[in-house]
């Protein structure tokens, strides 16, 4: 969600030995019989003297191509050919886009509700995502954003909101559409599953969530959002929280405390799940704080590069040398402040090529990604208005020089590979024995309980009724007609 304000993949031919097809490459003993033999020291009539060369090498070509026919990708291919260069890549690569927040469209829109037919996501709508576009565009890979709003009633971290309540409903949405539609996409908990769902012909589906606003300030609900499903949680949005500073609190002339002293906490934990470290939206100084203590790679879901336009939402070059120390990630935006600042309309998918190629200069190629905010943003640049565009993204890239093997990097092996890191690295501390972080923000108001609990320890009782406890539980009662007695009411 951006800053606002108020083919299934054709297998290559299986080779068999005992195929009886006209072309097959592995019926050479029968070709031979058909071919004509070159014998050095026999005599040669002016014909065969004269074309002896081409005969032998049109033999050999046509015993050659039925295997051009079988493995066309093995063809050689023009080098400005950007289009078939691209969709070899995109075809044998899965394009794997860091930020999405159609769910966030499900809920203002359809208040979640997906069934009926009301809205079909096989045909053309509206936006900026459907699946007939996702198709076109090649996507093999999507982060769901299930954002939710920073609930601006909220004055102290403690205030009662609605905000957890709506992030499990958004993971509800969320997983529900992809059942929905599960002949094109596929659910996936672990980078090994996105291969798997690539190499079955379906958009591997991950689930991040936009904001640890979401998560109540608790680390307790890091590690429940874990287990519905969450892969990421970018550590803020547009509102500072328990953990950290957003860059927005930055923005509105307010101090760059970083990260707090639960924020440290919340990292560790992150790292000990496996859950992935998002930092996109937050201060510069997080980002630094994160970067100093993270045993595992962090990314940005979707940001741009401040050399290139110095938006705070944007990676500063220290950072992003940082993140190359780190082994993390950062996954190129498509929002049009972020690209130009002062003419954010003039934006344009060339801006996003300056962005990309910057990240690429300084962290190198193995650090940089795509992260649309598609259907979170209202404005995109020009070029790059739906997810149907992506291929045009990187034909301008491949044009501007990129190699075919960058682009690989670029479009899904980095992130697959930190990914696989993130959870090699969760194993790896999980394996010390190193035990859940209980730590709580240092303000948490706790329930003070009743001075007769059935306490465990000596000294409880005493404690519970010097901070306040209540003297009896709140109870009720009825009458022998089974009505409430009003005597028991206030007890």
């Not at 899904?412 to 690295?425: F, Q």
Request: one cysteine or more; proline letters at 5%.
């Amino acid at each position: 969600m951006a800053d606002t304000e108020p083919q299934t993949a054709t297998a290559p031919h299986e080779a068999n030995a005992n195929d009886t097809t006209p072309n097959s490459p592995y019926d050479a003993k029968r070709a031979n019989q058909h071919s004509i033999i070159l014998h050095p020291q026999s005599q040669h009539t002016g014909f065969f003297k004269r074309f002896r060369s081409s005969i032998f090498f049109a033999s050999f070509a046509l015993l050659l191509s039925p295997l051009t026919f079988f493995h066309p990708s093995s063809a050689p291919v023009d080098p400005t050919d950007y289009a078939e260069r691209t969709r070899r890549v995109l075809k044998t690569t899965p394009l794997i886009d860091g930020h999405n927040d159609l769910p966030w469209i499900l809920r203002i829109e359809l208040q979640n509700r997906i069934y009926g037919g009301k809205v079909d996501f096989e045909k053309r709508l509206l936006g900026h995502t459907d699946i007939q576009r996702m198709k076109q565009g090649m996507v093999g890979g999507q982060f769901w954003s299930v954002y939710v709003h920073c609930d601006t009633a909220v004055k102290h971290f403690e205030d009662p909101s609605w905000v957890v309540r709506d992030t499990l409903e958004q993971i509800d949405v969320t997983k529900r559409f992809i059942v929905e539609h599960a002949d094109y996409l596929q659910y996936c908990a672990d980078s090994a599953c996105v291969r798997q769902a690539f190499k079955n012909g379906r958009v591997a589906s991950m689930i991040g969530i936009e904001g640890a606003h979401q998560v109540g300030g608790s680390i307790a609900s890091i590690r429940q959002v874990y287990e519905l499903g969450a892969r990421y949680i970018t550590l803020t949005h547009n509102c500072d929280n328990a953990f950290a500073t957003a860059t927005s609190s930055v923005a509105a002339g307010g101090p760059d405390n970083g990260l707090s002293t639960l924020g440290y906490e919340a990292i560790k934990e992150m790292n000990r799940i496996g859950m992935i470290v998002d930092l996109s939206h937050v201060s510069h100084q997080t980002m630094r704080d994160v970067l100093s203590v993270a045993r595992a790679p962090v990314v940005f879901s979707h940001s741009g590069a401040y050399t290139v336009t110095r938006h705070l939402r944007n990676v500063p070059d220290d950072v992003l040398r940082t993140v190359k120390k780190n082994n993390g990630l950062i996954m190129a935006v498509f929002v049009n402040r972020f690209l130009r600042m002062k003419h954010p309309e003039e934006a344009s998918i060339h801006d996003v090529v300056d962005h990309i190629l910057h990240i690429a200069s300084v962290a190198g190629w193995e650090h940089v990604g795509l992260g649309s905010d598609f259907s979170g943003t209202p404005y995109v640049p020009v070029g790059l208005e739906d997810v149907s565009k992506f291929p045009d993204l990187i034909e301008l890239l491949m044009e501007k020089g990129a190699t075919d093997e960058q682009i690989r990097l670029l479009v899904g092996e980095n992130l697959l590979r930190v990914w696989g890191a993130i959870e090699d690295s969760a194993k790896e501390i999980q394996a010390t024995g190193e035990l859940p972080v209980e730590a709580e923000y240092e303000g948490r108001r706790w329930d003070l309980g009743v001075k007769d609990a059935p306490y465990m320890l000596r000294g409880s009782r005493e404690k519970a009724i010097k901070a306040g406890a209540a003297d009896k539980p709140f109870m009720f009662n009825v009458d022998d007609e089974g009505k409430h007695d009003p005597l028991e009411k206030g007890v």
